[in-house]
């Protein structure tokens, strides 16, 4: 798998760090990249207007830097959908794709109201009332008062700052539709999905995959919303078997 680059996009309010438990389960051979994106951890936000596309053209900037011709790319959640953005406007770049606890859903309009909301909120009262209204569903109920588990958000949510987090939930919010995207592509892909994620129910996912019946379907019980952190050694299997099908299909 040596010619293998793959690229880990994390979720809000999360950072690069969410990938830490994951990456030790994958192949030592393969370069693994896992950037903070737009907004988060060391990465600016910028003065551009909300857009997950631009999240996307900075992974195209990214792998232009690191002189990588193409790339699996895997994301959780809004990194999901920054990975959809990618896949239709960077096709030729992409050598695979992976939705972790993901969806090609556009928001509903009771969603998109739910992040507005919270932007306001976040404006007044700052970071941590993105972490307040988000924590109750991030994780499976044996996990909600992990300490280990709580401190990844909390880290995230206060190094993105008010700027970072407002950012992000209304360029989520202004996402299109891009099931069409993925039932385009002729790359592997994985849909790996949770039995107790309470934001995107896993019914969901079992009906994209029957939609893709060639895509490779991993589903996890037991854990919630995030994956990478409640069930890492599961997710990090999946990409495995994820990257021996493209190296297969080369």
């Given at each position: ?5 793959l690229?880990?996009?994390?979720g809000?309010?999360f ?9 030790p389960?994958?192949p030592r051979?393969i ?8 907004g988060?951890?060391q990465?600016p ?6 857009s ?10 990214l792998?232009?830097l690191?002189?990588?011709?193409q790339?699996?790319l895997g ?5 999901g959908?920054?990975t959809l953005?990618?896949a239709e406007r960077?096709?030729d ?6 939705l ?5 859903l556009?928001?509903t309009d ?7 909301a919270t ?10 009332a993105a972490?307040d209204a988000?924590m ?8 909600v008062?992990?300490?280990d ?7 995230g ?9 407002t950012?992000?939930?209304e360029?989520?919010a202004r ?12 790359v592997p ?8 994620d309470?934001f995107?129910?896993?019914e ?8 893709m ?8 019980a ?9 069930a890492?050694?599961e997710?990090?299997k999946?990409?495995?078997?994820l990257?021996?099908?493209v190296?297969?299909k080369?």
């Amino acid at each position: 798998m040596s010619a293998t680059t793959l690229i880990l996009l994390h979720g809000y309010p999360f950072d690069s760090t969410m990938w830490d438990k994951v990456v030790p389960g994958l192949p030592r051979d393969i370069k693994v990249v896992a950037p903070d994106l737009r907004g988060f951890g060391q990465t600016p936000v910028g003065a551009e207007e909300p857009s997950l596309d631009l999240m996307a053209d900075d992974i195209a900037k990214l792998l232009d830097l690191e002189k990588i011709p193409q790339a699996v790319l895997g994301g959780f959640s809004m990194g999901g959908y920054v990975t959809l953005s990618f896949a239709e406007r960077y096709q030729d770049r992409l050598a695979g794709l992976a939705l972790i606890n993901s969806q090609t859903l556009a928001d509903t309009d009771e969603v998109r109201a739910g992040r507005r909301a919270t932007i306001q909120k976040v404006r007044q009262e700052g970071p941590r009332a993105a972490t307040d209204a988000a924590m109750p569903r991030l994780f499976a109920a044996a996990n909600v008062n992990n300490p280990d588990l709580i401190r990844y958000p909390l880290a995230g949510a206060n190094k993105a700052g008010v700027a970072g987090i407002t950012w992000a939930l209304e360029a989520m919010a202004r996402r299109p539709d891009r099931t069409a995207v993925l039932q385009r592509l002729t790359v592997p892909l994985l849909i790996l999905h949770t039995t107790e994620d309470k934001f995107i129910p896993v019914e969901r996912a079992r009906n994209l995959a029957k939609q893709m019946p060639e895509a490779l379907y991993v589903e996890v019980a037991g854990a919630g919303h995030c994956s990478p952190l409640e069930a890492p050694q599961e997710v990090a299997k999946a990409l495995v078997e994820l990257l021996k099908r493209v190296e297969h299909k080369r």
